[in-house]
């Protein structure tokens, strides 16, 4: 379960501003990215993007799922 909670917030990133959290052209660059959930919210994509939708992507995209939002 906490797989999808990740997987949605990666979806919804890209929803809300037109590309992925996580992106280089070198592939231990990208999985370094990925596994220490680097990312950053980009101005302008984000500038319309509310606080509230930005904070929620913020708890889905963690890395341990112990401090993962949860569905429940």
């Not at 220490?36 to 913020?58: C, G, N, R, T």
């Amino acid at each position: 379960m906490e797989v999808d909670v990740w997987s949605l917030g990666v979806i919804m990133y890209i929803l809300l501003c037109g590309y992925p959290p996580f992106w280089s052209d070198d592939e231990t660059e990208l999985f370094r990215q990925i596994k220490s959930a680097k990312f950053e919210f980009h101005m302008p994509e984000w500038k319309d993007v509310s606080k509230e939708a930005q904070d929620l992507i913020s708890r889905m995209l963690v890395v341990s799922p112990d401090d993962r939002i949860t569905t429940a």
